[in-house]
């Protein structure tokens, strides 16, 4: 079955650092797909981005970006000089093609806080 | 606005209350889902529709019901709330129930069952 770890439960930082939020998935199918999405404290879901398991660039969205290896398994997120504006709890997903019901498989979650 | 809405947004009530919190697109999207999300948990889909008329479960199913008689909205109905349905609830839904798809979710709704 799959499963996605986001191991770092919460994370603090002073705005302007870097910081990058890890999450490690696992499953059995060659094809997949994996999602980063924001939860700002006013609760909403935000979607960031979707990488198929056959994309192995790296991708960068200003100060976002994203590390795909599937030799390790990961997709970690850094985002460089950190603002107030991005504390959030931070979610990875994984979908498989498979998977009946198009079934997002969500990590626990990492609460991000940037100090000003 | 292509959005999916949610209502209500916050509900107190108590164990044994029958209670529906509603979902509805504007996408005239096929599929619809219904995610809790608890601390330490991530989001978990208790249950999921292709079409209208099509529903099955998802991960966490127990003690909620569904209906799609429309394709715009999707319903979930707690015919009798306990505590440990206190969570947020979280409508998504996509284009097709292909995975590629990306799920669009809703605000979101608080609930509190004491």
């Known amino acids: 079955a799959q499963k996605v770890t986001q191991a770092q439960t919460e994370i603090s930082v002073v705005e302007k650092e870097d910081v990058t939020l890890d999450c490690v998935y696992e499953t059995r199918d060659t094809t997949y797909y994996l999602f980063w999405y924001k939860q700002p404290p006013s609760g909403e879901l935000v979607f960031l981005i979707r990488?198929?398991?056959?994309?192995?660039q790296n991708e960068i969205s200003g100060r976002y970006s994203w590390n795909f290896q599937k030799s390790t398994s990961s997709f970690n997120f850094t985002i460089t000089a950190s603002q107030v504006v991005d504390s959030a709890v931070y979610f990875c997903?994984?979908?498989?093609?498979?998977?009946?019901?198009?079934?997002?498989?969500f990590g626990g979650g990492t609460r991000l806080m940037v100090k000003p | 606005e292509a959005q999916v809405t949610q209502n209500p947004r916050y509900l107190i009530t108590v164990t044994g209350k029958k209670l529906t919190v509603t979902c509805s697109q504007n996408?005239?999207?096929?599929?619809m889902s219904w995610y809790r999300q608890d601390p330490g948990l991530g989001l978990r889909q208790i249950y999921y529709?292709?079409?209208?008329?099509?529903?099955d479960k998802g991960d966490v199913p127990e003690g909620y019901k569904v209906s799609r008689k429309e394709k715009r909205n999707f319903p979930l109905i707690l015919e009798s709330p306990s505590p440990n349905q206190t969570s947020l609830y979280f409508c998504a839904s996509t284009a097709t129930g292909v995975s590629t798809d990306t799920q669009y979710f809703g605000p979101g709704t608080r609930l509190t069952v004491l």
């Open positions: 996408m005239n999207h096929e599929y």
């Open positions: 990488r198929n398991s056959f994309d192995e």
């Open positions: 529709s292709m079409n209208v008329e099509v529903t």
């Open positions: 997903a994984l979908s498989e093609p498979y998977n009946a019901g198009n079934m997002l498989t």
